[in-house]
C-alpha cells in the first residue's frame, strides 16, 4: 500500500475512531442511569436472580406507584412482600423532594438578587473595603466543610433554628455566595461599559441601571448562576444530614442516603427514588447544558 | 432611599453577613473546642487541655490509617478524574458528530447528587445482585460473583469509578474551555515543521494546559480529600477501613464516639493540610511560569 493510500485511510478512519470513542464515553456516563431506570421498572424476584432479567417483561410500574400512592403490588412473587414491609421510608420520598425544592429554589433566589447586587458593586463601584471584603468572601470556600460542622451545628442550635428550612437556606447561601459573586462579577465586568455609562449620564442611579441595563444583558449568567446555585442546594448532604432530625425539613439527599443504607431495602423502590429524584437536576443540565458549559468554561478561564 | 454614596456598601452588607457568620465564628469556634476536652457522654469535664486533643489525635492508629486511606484514594481519584477529563476534553473539542451529542449529556452525572452517584454505584458493583456482576457472568468472564465491595482495593477502586463518573465532567469543561482558546495556527505551524499527532499534543496542546490543568489538580485533590457523602452511601469506610478517608474519621470522632475535642482537632489538620496543599500547587505553578 503506497504511503498517500494509507494516509486516505486514515483520514477516513479517524472521524469513526473518535465518534467510537465518544460513543464508549456515553456509554459510561448514560449506563448507569440506564441500568437504574431498568431496575425501577423491574420486580424485586427479577433484580435478586443471579444473574439479574436485564430486561424485565412487562415493566411494572407497581414500584412507582408505591412511591405515590402506598398502594402494595399484587403480583408477590414477582415483588415479593417482606422487602416492601422493610423500605416503607420510600414513603417519604415526596415530602423530602418539597423540602428540597422549597431550600433550593428560596437558595436560588436569593442569589440570584443578594448576588447580582453585591456582584455588580464589586464590578463596576470603588468603594472602601472593595477588594478586601472580595477577598475574604472567595477564600471563605477555602474552608472544608468537615472543618466547620461542630460550630455550624452551634450557630444553628443557638438560632433555635434546628430542623427548620430556614437553618439549610442560611448555611446554603453562606456556601453559595462566593461562586455566584465571583461569578457574576467576572460576567457583569465582560458587558459593555457604554451603556451604562449612558444610563447613568441619562439620570439613572444605580440601582435602577443594573435593572434596567446591565441584568436584561445579562440573562445568560444570571440563568447559569441560578442553576448553579439551585443544583448546589439541591445536592447537599453532610449539613442536611447534620441540620435537620425529622421528615419536616430533611431533604431527598438525606432520605435517600437513609433509605440506601437500610439493609433490607428493596432495590427496585430504590431505584424508582434515584430516577424520580434525578428529574430536576438532570432536566436542568439537559436544557440548560450549553449556558452551563459556557459559565463553568468562564469561570475559570478569565 | 439608599444614597448613590452608600449604595454599594448596602448591596455588599448583607452577602458579607451571611459568609461572615459561617465563616468567622466556625473558625474560632473550632480552634476553642480543640483545646478543650469535649467528650458529649462526659458533659462536665469542659478543661482547657491545650494541645492534648492534637496529641491523642496524631498518635492514634486511626489516624495514620486514615491518613493512609485518604492518600491512596486522593492519588487515584485525582489521577484518573484528570486523566479522563482530559480525554473527555479532547474528544469534545473534536468536529465530529459523537462529540456533538456527547456534549449534551457530558453533565449528567455532574449536575446529580453525590449521594445518589453513590447510590447507584453500590447497586451496579453489589456482590450480590450487582449488575456488574450479572454482566461478567453471562459473558463468562468471571465464573462467579465477586464481592467487590468487600475487598481493600476493590472497594476503593469501585468509590474512584464512582468519583470519576460524577466528578471527571467538571475537568472535561474546564479543561475544553481552555482548549478552545489555543490559535489553531500554532498546529499547523507543528504540522509544517513534520511534527505528528502526538507532538502536536506535546509540544502544543499541553504547555497551553499547564495551568488550567494545575487548576484542576488543586481543585480535584481538595475535592478528594474532603469526600464524605460517597463514603457514607458507599462503604461506610470498610472494608478494614480500606476508604475511612479523614473526612469520614472526623465525621466519625464526633458523632459516632461524640468527642467534639478530638473532632475539632482533626479538622483543623484537615484543613491545614487543604491550606498546604493549595500552597504547594500555587508555588509549583508559579515555578512553571517563571
Known sequence: MSARRARRWAHRLEPMALNVACGAVAVFILAPFAWMLVSSVSGEAELTRRPPIFAPSPPTPANYAFIFTGQLPKDSTRHGIFVWQTSHEVRLLLPALRNSFIVALSVMAANVVFGALAAYSFARLRFHGRRSAYAFILTSRLMPAVAVAIPFYAIVQRLDLLDTYRALILVYLAFTFPFTIYFLSVYFRYLPIEVEEAALLDGCTRFQTLLRVVVPCAVPGLVAAAAFAFMTAYNEFLFALLLTQTIAAQTMPVLLAAVATNPAVSHALLASCVILAIVPPGLLALVLHRYLTRGLAASIAR | ?290
Open chain 2, 1 to 290: 432611599m439608599i444614597s448613590e454614596r452608600s449604595y454599594p456598601y448596602a448591596t455588599v452588607l448583607p452577602v458579607m453577613l451571611v459568609v461572615a457568620l459561617f465563616t468567622v465564628y466556625p473558625l474560632l469556634h473550632s480552634v476553642y473546642l480543640s483545646l478543650h476536652e469535649n467528650v458529649l457522654t462526659r458533659p462536665l469535664d469542659n478543661d482547657f487541655v491545650g494541645l492534648q486533643n492534637f496529641r491523642e489525635v496524631v498518635t492514634g492508629y486511626y489516624f495514620w490509617r486514615s491518613l493512609w486511606s485518604t492518600a491512596v484514594f486522593a492519588v487515584m481519584a485525582v489521577a484518573a478524574v484528570t486523566l479522563y477529563g482530559l480525554g473527555v476534553a479532547l474528544l469534545l473539542n473534536q468536529v465530529v458528530l459523537g462529540s456533538a451529542l456527547l456534549k449534551v449529556v457530558v453533565l449528567l452525572p455532574w449536575a446529580i447528587p453525590a449521594v445518589i452517584s453513590g447510590i447507584i454505584w453500590r447497586w451496579i458493583f453489589d456482590g450480590d445482585y450487582g449488575v456488574l456482576n450479572g454482566l461478567l457472568l453471562v459473558t463468562g468472564i468471571v465464573d462467579r460473583y465477586v464481592p467487590w465491595m468487600s475487598q481493600p482495593f476493590s472497594a476503593r477502586l469501585c468509590m474512584t469509578v464512582a468519583h470519576v463518573w460524577k466528578q471527571g465532567p467538571l475537568a472535561a469543561v474546564f479543561l475544553l474551555a481552555a482548549l478552545q482558546v489555543i490559535p489553531a495556527e500554532l498546529y499547523d505551524a507543528a504540522r509544517i515543521d513534520g511534527a505528528g499527532r502526538w507532538h502536536g499534543f506535546r509540544f502544543v496542546t499541553l504547555p497551553y494546559l499547564k495551568a488550567t490543568l494545575a487548576l484542576v489538580l488543586i481543585y480535584e485533590t481538595i475535592v478528594a480529600v474532603a469526600t464524605f457523602d460517597l463514603v457514607y452511601v458507599m462503604t461506610g469506610g470498610g472494608p478494614a477501613d480500606a476508604t475511612a478517608i479523614i473526612g469520614w474519621y472526623a465525621y466519625t470522632e464526633i458523632f459516632r464516639f461524640l468527642n467534639l475535642g478530638h473532632g475539632a482537632a482533626l479538622a483543623i489538620i484537615l484543613g491545614g493540610l487543604l491550606l498546604g496543599l493549595v500552597l504547594v500547587y500555587l508555588r509549583a505553578l508559579r515555578a512553571e511560569e517563571a
